[in-house]
């Protein structure tokens, strides 16, 4: 009897401790994704592409949502609501502050914040001479951008302009610094074998205080045409110094990251950066042997890491990368080209069923289709926005466009909730637009 009341005192203090550390682990978040809950205060935005009705292209918008539940069913429009852009932009986020920049027809960057009657407002602006093409929140302080550039005033030219870095405060949307780097530039001496290049940044990352930077080596005649495409390359530099460390490259694949979709480069929560390299015409690779794939830098290393390749072109359920988004857990999602034999830059046309939603298992090697989402089109989209485990992204299907083309009567754009570890989605709201750009969460 005594053993017996010893046993049930003992399970009582267990299941005590238990029910405490579960509490206090709720409390603290420890080992809890930080997205898993909403947050009550929380404000909801998204870079939106209308269809271009009535005019030679489409227009951006900045949109406000009542609730994330607004991207899960009904109809997302700007008419009569919403803030015009000028041109087609590029959107992104840093901290509680959302950028919006313009790619060629006005080179402005706009930022914008929710005020204190939970109103998203204009903060400020800033010019830049030459077009900005790649960025990365370093921080909730930061936001970095650079320049973009296919080529030179004069070819013949017997240096190479460096590029820009704008380093952007993200509470205050201006531009606090801008650095300059040659990253990895040629003039060459004339010859096939030693071309003149300039570097055309497609991704970066920062860690360890360096700067990850992914490109592609173009001919400096401002053409886009790139040059030795079958190796990825790499340029490490000091951060915030800005002084090259060193230059890598890896010829199991191609060069790294196609033009804006996303970035080349990412870094894992283990400190591992992965990179995606194409090898797809469609996507605007040229002349690839190699095949489409994954490299890895491990953490705390400098070099790509031999032992490891994901080839996803010859992968089960794979192909070309088009576009590759890391999630978490070791998986990204990527769309896939579904047929390569389409004029160079096919891929980016916005409405079309040429691309597939995937799953990669970065560990494991392995592509999953996901389930739910069709053959469609999606041009670009800032970093993808997930919450509570799932990630939501926007899809257009319907024919494809031509290059001339601005009939998109028969096309058809959903928000799609992507569960990632099943690899199966739910369709959600209908955009009436070409596509979300980008989806953000504000917590101010």
């Not at 970066?204 to 401002?222: E, N, W």
């Not at 340029?235 to 110094?241: N, R, S, T």
């Amino acid at each position: 009897m005594k053993n017996l009341k010893w046993s049930v005192n003992i399970i009582a203090i267990m299941i005590a401790l238990v029910t405490t550390f579960s509490c206090s682990s709720d409390d603290n978040g420890n080992g809890l994704d930080p997205n898993r809950n909403p947050v009550a205060n929380a404000k909801y935005a998204v870079g939106f592409q209308t269809l271009p009705v009535g005019q030679s292209g489409p227009v951006d918008y900045m949109l406000e949502l009542s609730s994330l539940e607004s991207l899960t069913s009904g109809e997302l429009t700007v008419e009569g609501q919403g803030i015009p852009q000028t041109g087609w932009r590029f959107f992104h986020q840093a901290g509680n502050t959302i950028f919006t920049a313009g790619y060629v027809e006005d080179r402005t960057c706009i930022s914008y914040q929710f005020d204190e009657n939970g109103d998203l407002k204009k903060v400020t602006d800033f010019v830049y001479q030459t077009t900005l093409n790649n960025y990365l929140a370093v921080d909730n302080n930061t936001l970095l951008a650079v320049e973009l550039a296919f080529g030179v005033d004069d070819p013949a030219a017997t240096a190479i302009p460096d590029r820009n870095f704008y380093l952007i405060n993200a509470e205050t949307g201006l531009v606090e610094d801008i650095k300059s780097h040659a990253v990895d530039s040629s003039i060459g001496d004339g010859t096939a074998q030693n071309p003149p290049y300039i570097p055309w940044v497609t991704g970066m990352v920062v860690r360890d205080a360096k700067l990850f930077l992914s490109y592609h080596k173009y001919f400096p005649d401002g053409n886009g045409n790139a040059i030795a495409v079958d190796k990825a390359y790499v340029a490490i530099l000091k951060y915030p110094e800005f002084e090259l460390e060193k230059l890598i490259e890896d010829d199991r694949t191609s060069s790294i990251g196609t033009n804006g979709p996303s970035t080349g480069i990412e870094q894992a929560e283990n400190g591992d950066i992965y990179s995606y390299s194409s090898s797809s015409v469609a996507s605007g690779v040229l002349d690839a042997t190699k095949p489409s794939g994954v490299l890895r830098i491990k953490n705390g290393e400098t070099d790509f890491d031999s032992s490891y390749f994901f080839d996803v072109e010859n992968a089960p359920n794979g192909g070309k990368i088009y576009w590759m988004d890391y999630i978490g857990n070791g998986k990204a999602l990527a769309r896939i080209v579904l047929d390569d034999s389409l004029p160079q830059w096919a891929a980016f046309r916005e409405q079309g069923e040429q691309l597939k939603l995937v799953v990669l298992d970065l560990i494991s090697q392995t592509v999953t289709n996901v389930q739910g989402v069709p053959p469609h089109a999606n041009r670009y989209s800032s970093p993808t926005f997930v919450e509570d485990g799932k990630a939501y992204i926007s899809a257009r299907t319907g024919e494809l466009l031509n290059d001339s083309s601005t009939n998109v009567a028969d096309g058809e754009t959903y928000v799609y909730i992507v569960d990632v570890e099943t690899a199966t989605a739910v369709k959600g709201a209908k955009v009436n637009g070409f596509a979300l750009k980008g989806i953000f969460k504000v917590t101010n």
